[in-house]
Structure formats: structure tokens, C-alpha cells
């Protein structure tokens, strides 16, 4: 099997408009010679990139673009390394530094663009330019979330960050998974300081100037940065930068790496707007969807993924096609235990949603098919960020996409697409092979074991995930899952709603529910723990999740929302725009 029947061709990509295939002249969509490594969490993602661009000079190249940027998170322990002051110090040594961040939604709902609007203003007056870009659909977002690093006279050095990771509060967790201390507010089961799980990718070859077009593409586009007269008039009010400066010739793309074996294909979500589209996407771009369609129809024996959102009915016959067609092939999730955000009108949505696609896989799939939560030592839940894929030791993605409509058709995302070229795509893949050892270290961590003794067999695999979270779920409190969440076993902090109501006299010495669901939740998991006579927790941090169960009142109301808020479609209907 060669390459080519898991990777999109330049046609398949269905989007002619683009010019991020035009640097190679032999029609291919993707570039060989490339290194890719996976950087695991924020807090050493955010050390990284700290060191690389303070080490850039005049004349250097600084490229991102985000869905959310908070000028006082810190990169590194000094509380002087905040991204604004980083960047800041960069533009200022003479490094072009340009930013395009999504401008969001008002900032008393909860999202980011009075901030955005401060780091942009920081970097202007040091003589870069960070631009608020609200050039999506309705309810839509920019969610691309990459960095280019280019220099002048050492393009050897060049490098590209692609996945999952915002430069924001909340990030910079780490493997023990105690939170970043700048925490973002989620569901109260995580807790004050949320621990987050997430991967980005360090790319350092040819795929450098893919990622840098993306970012070009966007910047040069005509089509105003907003349309909407009220953001308008207040971008007007604040003397906002609203017109982007040129950018200058693009330098070509680096020169394969002597180490590099990695074919990289970087691909897109970019949807049509209204009522004037881009120009390098007038038809949209879905490249995402059809990226991962392709390869899922290759897989063989293991189809691992992280995800955040699992949703939607077309992403559950996704998967549930390939497993249809293949007896031998075992799939993995790993989702968030609980949804990020409580309260009916924003918990039960979510839940709706994951129930769609995890019911249709488990109809085709049955006992083939692992879904899982992870929590710390502590019992908290880990909010799983990460948007990644393996199939097979083969075919990896990392990106800022999630497996839903929105993703696939709604927001601006990309993802970094690696296959290993080394040999045939039928024998196995090489142990050192980025797929490979960005499974094994996942795995592990997920285990509690070293990457060495992750079983290199994928149903070995399957099972050993299965039998830790078995073991971890009975130590807290097994029993049948809970309806509305699909979470068997307590979490500290979170009491399910299958828990007996808390008794008077218990509830009399406790003020206030969060407290009350707390002291349920230490009671019952002491209370297995004397029954059992085991005090000693099982490793690794898996957890069972089963589709949740909406009642029928839930169900009149949780679809509409789901479909209007949630999970768009953003494929254009019959007539829209005309």
C-alpha cells in the first residue's frame, strides 16, 4: 500500500482556490523530509516556546494565530514571562511578529475579546500586529491554533507548532495533572485548578511553509476582518488596527532534514461566509473530514483517539463503517469524564451530542469499542483537550479539529497529518516512527507505566486499557453507570445522580450543595475502601464511560439546542447567501 491511499491528493482536498500545494510541482498535498514531535501538556509547550522566541533577532519571522490569547499567561515559573511581555520583547528586538487571534463572542458572555484587544494594542506599539479576526459564520469560530517560527539566515532552525494547545489560561498543566495555577473556570468536578490534558506538534522540515501559508492565506485575504456595523463602530472607538500590513515575499520552505522520515500533510476546516467568502476558500475547505474519512477506511486492527467532543450521528457512522467492515479492528476514545461547563442548558447538549455518535458506534462495534474518562491521583477529572488520532502504528493526526459537525464544516481549523515513509504502509511501522511513540507515550501515561512495557500488540493494548479502568472504577465505588453522565464509580467532588440522597444529619453539618457532594463523594469511596480492605489505588488514570441517557423531557428540548449552539452544520443550505 503506498502512500497516496492514506493521504488526500491535491484534488481530494476539493478546495482549487488554495495555494498551499502549489510550492511542489509534482501535484502531490503533502511534503517528505520532515521531523515531527509530540510535545505532551502545555507547561513544557509553553517552556519551548518561550526559549525559541527569545531567542529570535531582527529580521526573524514570528507567525500565530489562536482562539483565545491571555497576555498575562505565563509561559515559564517567571512571573515575568507572560505571552504579552514575550511577544512584546520579540517585536522590539526587530523579529516581524504578527498575530491573528478569533475576536469571540462579548467578552460578559464569557469569551476572550476585550483581552484580545489589549494583547493586540501591546504588540502594535512594540511594532508587530495582532489583528481580532471575525471572519466566520454565525455562532462560528476561529479555532486554529499553530505557530511559525522562521529565520532569516538559518532556515534550519525553522519550525512549526500545530494541535491543540491555546496560548491561555488553563494550559500549562503537566504529566502529574495538578492544573496550571492560572486556571480556567470549569464544571466544579475539576476543581479550582482544572487539570488539563492536551498535545501539540513540533514540525521542522518542508511542512514549515504549509503551516506559514495557512497563516498568509488568512492574513491576505481581502474580505474585511469584520462585516458587523456595532464591531465595526467599536473597533473605530479604540483606534483598532483593522487592516492588515503586508507581509512580504514568502521564503521558500525549508530543505528536508538529513533525520527526517516523516511525510506531513497539513489539513483544514474553513467554511463559507457570508456575505463575502475567502478568497483562498470561496467554496469552504473540509480537507479535516475528508483527511481522517480516508485513512479510517484503512485501518486495520487499532484506531486510538483523543478528543474533546465526541458528537454527532455522522461522526459516530464514522467510525462505525470501518468497524462494520472489519471484525479484527478495536477502537479507543478517551473523552472528558464530564462536560466542561454545568448547568441543563449547557451539560445536557454535550451529552446529547456524545450519546449520538457513541450509541452508533457501539451498535457496529460492541465489546470492540473502549470509551474512557481520566482522572488525577486526587480523583478529579482531567479535561482532555487534545484532538489527536492514531490508526494502526501508521496514519497520526494532531490539530485544533474535533469530531463533530463544527469542526468539519463550521470553525477555521487545522490539523498535521504524519505518516512514517520508511518502508511499505502494510508491514510495521518502525519503532522510532512518530505514530508509533506518540501512541506508546499517550498510553503509558494513561496506564501509569513506562512507554517501554506499553503492549505493542493493539489488542493487548485494547485490553490493558480496559482492565485499568475496570480495576480503577471498582475502587471508586463501581456499580451500574450513572444515567445522565455514563461515569461508573464516583468522582471526588462530583456526586452521580444514582448516589442516594445525602441524610439530614450529614447534610445539617454541611452548608451549600458543592461541599455537600464532596463529603457524599470521601464518604462512599472510604466505605469501599474499608469493605474491600484495599487502600492502595489501583494505577493509571482510566475510567469507563457508557453513552449517556437523556430522559424524555431532556430529549424535547436538548437536539434543538444541541444542533443551533453546539454542533452546527456549516455546510451551506439551498439558497443561502443568494
Known amino acids: 500500500m503506498d502512500v497516496q491511499s492514506w493521504l488526500l491528493t491535491s484534488a481530494e482536498r476539493e478546495n482549487p482556490h488554495t495555494r498551499i500545494d502549489e510550492v511542489r510541482d509534482d501535484g502531490t498535498a503533502w511534503s517528505c523530509g520532515n521531523t515531527v514531535r509530540a510535545i505532551v501538556h502545555g507547561r513544557p509547550y509553553f517552556a519551548e516556546l518561550h526559549e525559541r522566541i527569545s531567542a529570535l533577532g531582527r529580521g526573524d519571522h514570528l507567525y500565530f494565530a489562536d482562539w483565545q490569547g491571555d497576555p498575562d499567561q505565563q509561559l515559564t515559573d517567571d512571573p515575568a514571562s ?40 501591546e504588540i502594535g506599539e512594540a511594532g508587530g500586529e495582532c489583528l481580532r479576526d471575525m471572519r466566520v459564520r454565525t455562532r462560528g469560530a476561529h479555532h486554529q491554533k499553530f505557530v511559525v517560527i522562521r529565520h532569516r539566515d538559518d532556515p534550519a532552525r525553522d519550525v512549526a ?75 473605530l472607538l479604540h483606534r483598532e488596527d483593522l487592516s492588515p500590513d503586508p507581509l512580504g515575499v514568502q521564503a521558500p520552505a525549508p530543505q528536508p532534514r538529513i533525520d527526517g522520515h516523516d511525510i506531513v500533510q497539513v489539513v483544514r476546516t474553513f467554511p463559507v461566509i457570508y ?54 479492528l478495536r477502537l479507543v476514545v478517551v473523552l472528558p469524564m464530564v462536560p466542561d461547563r454545568e448547568g441543563a442548558m449547557a451539560e445536557v447538549p454535550q451529552l446529547y451530542g456524545r450519546s449520538l455518535a457513541m450509541r452508533t ?36 493526526s494532531v490539530g485544533s479539529d474535533n469530531l463533530n459537525q463544527r469542526s468539519w464544516t463550521s470553525d477555521s481549523e487545522i490539523a498535521c497529518v504524519v505518516v512514517d515513509e520508511r518502508g511499505d504502509l502494510d508491514d510495521p511501522a518502525p519503532a522510532d516512527s512518530f505514530p508509533r511513540v506518540l501512541l506508546r507515550t499517550l498510553v503509558a501515561e494513561h496506564l501509569g507505566c513506562e512507554p517501554d512495557d ?32 455514563g461515569i461508573r464509580g464516583l468522582l471526588h467532588g462530583h456526586r452521580p445522580h444514582r448516589v442516594a440522597p445525602v441524610p439530614r444529619s450529614v447534610a445539617a453539618r454541611i452548608p451549600g450543595h458543592r461541599k455537600r457532594r464532596e463529603r457524599v463523594a ?34 424535547r428540548w436538548a437536539p434543538r439546542l444541541y444542533e443551533t449552539l453546539f454542533d452546527p452544520d456549516g455546510r451551506p443550505r439551498p439558497g443561502e447567501g443568494i
Open 361 to 396: 458506534i457501539l451498535e457496529a462495534g460492541g465489546d470492540r469499542v473502549a470509551v474512557f474518562g481520566l482522572c488525577n491521583e486526587a480523583g478529579l477529572p482531567i479535561y482532555v483537550h487534545s484532538k489527536t488520532c492514531v490508526i494502526d502504528h501508521r496514519w497520526a
Open 522 to 555: 470521601a464518604d462512599a469511596e472510604a466505605n469501599v475502601r474499608r469493605s474491600t480492605g484495599s487502600a492502595v489505588r489501583p494505577p493509571g488514570r482510566l475510567r469507563r464511560l457508557a453513552p449517556p441517557e437523556l430522559s424524555d423531557a431532556q430529549l
Open 454 to 485: 506499553v503492549p505493542e500488540d493493539p489488542h493487548e493494548l485494547f485490553d490493558a486499557m480496559v482492565a485499568c479502568a475496570d480495576a480503577l472504577d471498582e475502587w471508586y465505588a463501581g456499580g451500574a453507570p450513572d444515567r445522565l453522565t
Open 82 to 121: 507572560t505571552l504579552s511581555n514575550t511577544l512584546v520583547a520579540a517585536a522590539k528586538r526587530g523579529v516581524d511578529v504578527r498575530g491573528l487571534l478569533w475576536r469571540s463572542h462579548w467578552h460578559r458572555l464569557g469569551f476572550s475579546a476585550h483581552r484580545h484587544r489589549y494583547l493586540g494594542e
Open 275 to 328: 456575505p463575502k467568502t475567502f478568497d483562498f476558500a470561496p467554496d469552504g475547505e473540509r480537507s479535516v473530514m475528508l483527511s481522517n474519512t480516508k485513512a479510517i477506511a484503512n485501518a486495520d486492527r487499532l484506531v486510538y483517539v483523543e478528543d474533546q467532543y465526541l458528537w454527532s450521528e455522522d461522526v459516530g457512522k464514522h467510525f462505525a463503517s470501518a468497524l462494520r467492515d472489519n471484525p479484527e
Open 161 to 235: 507548532y500545530v494541535g491543540g494547545i491555546d496560548l491561555c489560561h488553563g494550559r500549562r498543566d503537566d504529566h502529574d495533572h495538578r492544573g496550571d495555577q492560572q486556571a480556567v473556570e470549569l464544571a466544579k468536578a475539576y476543581g479550582p485548578t482544572p487539570a488539563w490534558h492536551d498535545v501539540q506538534v513540533a514540525i521542522q522540515g518542508p511542512a514549515v511553509h504549509d503551516v506559514e501559508t495557512t497563516f498568509r492565506e488568512r492574513w491576505e485575504d481581502s474580505t474585511p476582518l469584520t462585516l458587523n456595523p456595532g464591531r465595526i463602530l467599536s473597533s
